[in-house]
């Protein structure tokens, strides 16, 4: 399990606000990139992937070995960042 607290400020250092709206996140307002509010509720992660912890960390942590040629960079994300992470965006409803 990750830490949802830990998460939101590890969503901040990795700077993910630069493409994506993500609620309760400062400066999290880009739509360069699909906003993230109520991210707990979707079914898909880039519309492939069952939205679960361990998908969105593998998702985090290389999105192009989820979907080749996305627009979603590698920001080199650890394992254990990543599931503070997912907890976090998993917890928005
Ligand atoms: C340079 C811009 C950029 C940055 C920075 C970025 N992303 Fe993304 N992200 C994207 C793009 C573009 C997509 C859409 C990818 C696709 O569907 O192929 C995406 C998709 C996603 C999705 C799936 C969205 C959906 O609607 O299915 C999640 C979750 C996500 N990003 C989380 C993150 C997290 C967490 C970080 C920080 C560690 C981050 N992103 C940093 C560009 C970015």
């Not at 360069?32 to 898909?44: C, N, Y």
């Not at 992937?49 to 920001?75: C, F, H, K, Q, Y």
Request: charged share 25%.
């Amino acid at each position: 399990m990750g830490d949802p607290a830990a998460g939101a400020d590890a969503i901040e250092a990795y700077g993910c606000g630069a493409c994506h709206r993500i609620p309760g996140i400062r400066r999290a307002d880009s739509l360069v990139a699909p906003p993230l509010e109520g991210w707990g509720h979707r079914t898909f992660i880039a519309g492939t992937l069952a939205n679960d912890l361990e998908n969105l960390v593998r998702w985090i942590r290389d999105p192009d070995s989820v979907e080749p040629g996305t627009a979603m960079p590698d920001l080199g994300v650890t394992d254990a960042d990543a599931r503070d992470i997912a907890a976090y965006l998993l917890s928005l409803r």
